[in-house]
């Protein structure tokens, strides 16, 4: 069965620090990944995906990932993290019309 | 563009009544809605896919009596909690896919619904 594994349950990093939450997945086939953020008290949204092409994803307000196939990972990546950024992060995999959850990861950021 | 709105935001109920939480693509038409389950400081828990005008496909261990889920047009899908008892309080959050398109499979979340059975 797919399932998505995010290792990191509680990150807190000073601001300015860089960042990489990790995301794996076990699935053999094709995947579709994502990367979600919730603020506080709000409705995920989306901050980039991957459905083909270059494995390196840009998204929004300076979030990358990175799709290695051989690794099972999709990785998500900021240079520079701002207390603004202080929010949960899923990784999901999309397949079969659904969307797999991992349990995410709480990231807090301090000034 | 790409919202998803839910309502109400927050409800409170007695047991043994039944809520309906409403979830509106504004925007967009969905031919796919989905409902999820989201208990505190854990991650979403697929309930049920629900496509316009047919029936909701359900996850294993949800209880399709229990959580009636109904997706009458393109942009209105309905989840109700019927005979709610106080492990029915979570919060459900709803999502909805586009028509068409290379990012049909780009799901848009709604803001939830903090359901409190007393």
């Known amino acids: 069965a797919q399932s998505v594994s995010q290792h990191n349950h509680h990150v807190i990093l000073s601001e300015a620090a860089s960042l990489e939450l990790g995301c794996n997945y076990s699935?053999?086939?094709?995947?579709?990944l994502f990367w979600y953020v919730q603020y506080p008290g709000q409705h995920l949204q989306l901050l980039l995906k991957?459905?083909?092409?270059?494995?390196l994803v840009k998204g929004i307000k300076g979030f990358e990932a990175e799709f290695i196939k051989s690794k099972f990972s999709f990785n998500l990546r900021k240079p520079s993290v701002q207390w603004s950024d202080t929010a949960e992060y899923f990784c999901?995999?999309?397949?079969?019309?659904?969307?797999?959850f991992g349990t995410g990861t709480r990231l807090q950021v301090f000034p | 563009g790409a919202v998803v709105s839910q309502h109400p935001s927050r409800v409170i109920c007695k047991s043994g009544t039944s809520v309906k939480i409403e979830c509106r693509s504004l925007d967009f038409q969905a031919t796919t809605m989905f409902w999820y389950r989201q208990f505190p400081k854990q991650s979403l828990m697929l309930m049920a896919t629900s496509n316009e005008g047919s029936k909701a496909t359900y996850e294993q261990g949800v209880e399709k009596d229990k959580f009636l889920i109904n997706h009458a047009s393109l942009t209105l899908s309905t989840l109700t909690v019927t005979s709610a008892h106080p492990e029915d309080s979570s919060f459900y959050i709803c999502s909805a896919s586009e028509v068409s398109g290379i990012w049909g499979d780009t799901q848009y979340f709604g803001p939830g619904t903090r359901l409190t059975v007393l």
């Open positions: 999901p995999l999309y397949n079969t019309d659904k969307l797999i």
């Open positions: 991957y459905f083909s092409g270059d494995p």
């Open positions: 699935y053999g086939g094709t995947v579709n």
